[in-house]
């Protein structure tokens, strides 16, 4: 069975700086692979995707993520972080060969910013 | 004009009450999923159909029921609440398998 591994719980930053967060995925032949933005009080919405192609994937608010077969990787980056992207996030992984389309989601990673 | 809606978007309760919890979609999605958040743990799944006929079980379904009541609703119920129920609840829609999902604002439920 799939799973995700984010390797950090809390991501402090200062702003204006780059933040990576880190993302492990248990290894398969495909996978889907995802990232989801959770603002306070807010539910999830879809950061980006990866389902083939390019293995550097853009999404909104300048973020973009980096597919890493090799390391079973897919980790979230932003050159320039805001006060706005203060929100968790979650890696998560689907198998593209099941009918369930089933998304298997990480723990998550709270993104805070200092002024 | 959200296009999944939850209600109520907050409840209290007791133990041993019954609750329903309930999800629509203006999306046009056939497939719905709940979801339970809790503080460093995620999203784990509850129960998903893909139609109307079609129910199945997630990782955490003991003490939860769902019903399919039209494409475009899918109801949650704890028919006797504990407080280890106590949870940031979501619901999600999806279209056939790539598996991308569409989230409702959630409903915080706290048993007492």
């Known amino acids: 069975a799939q799973s995700v591994t984010q390797l950090d719980s809390q991501v402090p930053v200062f702003e204006e700086a780059p933040v990576e967060l880190r993302c492990n995925y248990s290894s398969s032949v495909s996978v889907y692979l995802f990232w989801y933005v959770q603002y306070p009080n807010q539910g999830l919405q879809l950061l980006l995707k990866y389902l083939s192609g390019s293995t550097l994937v853009k999404g909104i608010n300048g973020f973009e993520a980096e597919f890493n077969k090799s390391q079973t990787s897919f980790h979230l980056r932003k050159p320039s972080v805001h006060i706005s992207d203060t929100a968790e996030y979650f890696c998560a992984v689907s198998d593209p060969d099941s009918s369930a389309s089933k998304i298997i989601f990480g723990s998550g990673t709270r993104l805070s910013i200092r002024p | 004009d959200a296009d999944v809606t939850q209600t109520p978007r907050n409840r209290i309760t007791k133990t041993g009450k019954r609750i329903m919890l309930e999800c629509s979609q203006t999306?046009?999605?056939?497939?719905m999923y709940w979801y339970r958040q809790d503080p460093g743990l995620g999203l784990r799944l509850i129960y998903y159909s893909f139609d109307v006929k079609d129910i199945n079980k997630g990782e955490i379904s003991d003490g939860y029921s769902v019903s399919r009541q039209a494409q475009a609703k899918f109801s949650l119920s704890l028919e006797s609440a504990i407080p280890n129920q106590t949870a940031l609840y979501f619901c999600a829609t999806s279209r056939g398998a790539v598996g991308e999902q569409f989230f409702g604002p959630g409903t915080r439920l706290t048993v007492l």
């Open positions: 999306k046009g999605h056939d497939r």
